[in-house]
Structure formats: C-alpha cells, structure tokens
Nanobody, 127 residues
C-alpha cells in the first residue's frame, strides 16, 4: 500500500474555497483508486468523493455534489479535492484514502474498502 500525506486544510469563511492535496508515496500510484472522507466531532467518518485509478470515473456524496471536485495527477502521485461554496457543516477533519483498484473505472465508497489512510487535515468553515 501507499503512504498518504494530506495538506491544504485551514480556516475559511462560508462561501469560500479550499483545495486539499494528498501526496502518495511509491511508484504504483496509478494502480490505486483514491477517496476523500471526512469526520466531524462526534460523528462517524463519511464518504466525500472518490476517483478511479485513471481519473475517468468519479463519485460524490450528495451533500457535496456540485460544490466539490476530485481530481488526480498520476505523474505527480497526487489527488486533489477542490472545495467551493463551503458551508459551516463542511467543517471536519478530511482524510484521503487509497485502495488497489479492481479495474480501470472502479472506486469504492465504503471506508472499510480502503486499505491506506492519511493522517488527516482540518477544515474549518466559519459562518
């Protein structure tokens, strides 16, 4: 499995934007589906977005659809989460995760189906 390091979190006002990055180690990044999850205090970790190993397929939670965009650059071993129109309810620790892909268009959405996780980055949206 790859090792993952997130960055880009911070404090932003409602309506603002942030871009999270997740850098992966190793030379097989392009073989992994990637995902973003978040966990707010007192809540379970929830799915945010995922992307297939080629980048051709993506999926989003209904709560972020139309506001967040996941993308990846396999040459840079990095996956991104562009977050626009942020809301206070988006406040959470955001984690990236990876899983060896079962096929080109495949990605999981259940956290139990991801094998590696980053340490998380805090996103705080003020009202």
């Amino acid at each position: 499995q790859v090792q993952l390091v997130e960055s880009g979190g911070g404090l932003v006002q409602a309506g603002g934007s942030l871009r999270l990055s997740c850098a992966a180690s190793g030379r097989t990044f392009s073989m992994y589906a990637m995902g973003w999850f978040r966990q707010a205090p007192g809540k379970e970790r929830e799915f945010v977005a995922a992307i297939s190993r080629s980048g051709g397929n993506t999926g989003y939670a209904d709560s972020v659809k139309g506001r967040f965009t996941i993308s990846r650059d396999n040459a840079k071993n990095t996956v991104y989460l562009q977050m626009n129109s942020l809301k206070p309810e988006d406040t959470a620790v955001y984690y990236c995760a990876s899983q060896r892909a079962l096929g080109n268009g495949w990605y999981p959405t259940d956290p139990l189906n991801f094998g590696s996780w980053g340490q998380g980055t805090q996103v705080t949206v003020s009202s």
